[in-house]
């Protein structure tokens, strides 16, 4: 079993800072793209950023500039450190990767955690 765990979220005026955090535990034999979701209120959940193993980095624009996703292979953990908070931020942000957990083929699984509610007030 493989588990996401995310912590960090919390309220924050606007202008402010956050950093989040995902752990991945269980039976992980290598994990592939990391990437940090977010769904606000009445709307589809959305890609805000992504990283290689490899560390490769892709952000959704509304963010560009502001956050800053990275990892620790070691740790199996990423990280999304979000500067310069907007209102508009206001999510449940969710954690994702793509996990091996057989080192005998090479499938990844697509994992999400539970979820960490950010809201930044005006």
């Known amino acids: 079993q493989v588990q996401l765990v995310e912590s960090g979220g919390g309220l924050v005026q606007a202008g402010g800072s956050l950093r989040l955090s995902c752990a991945a535990s269980?039976?992980?034999?290598?994990?592939?793209?990391m990437g940090w979701y977010r769904q606000a209120p009445g709307k589809q959940r959305e890609l805000v950023a992504g990283i290689t193993r490899g560390g490769s980095t892709n952000y959704a624009g509304a963010v560009k500039g502001r956050f800053t996703i990275s990892r620790d292979n070691a740790k199996n953990t990423v990280y999304l450190q979000m500067n310069s908070l907007k209102p508009e931020d206001t999510a449940v942000y969710y954690c994702?990767?793509?996990?091996?957990?057989?080192?005998?083929?090479?499938?990844?699984?697509?994992?999400w955690g539970q979820g960490t509610q950010v809201t930044v007030s005006s």
């Open positions: 269980g039976s992980i034999f290598s994990i592939n793209v």
């Open positions: 994702n990767a793509d996990i091996k957990t057989d080192y005998r083929h090479n499938y990844y699984s697509n994992y």
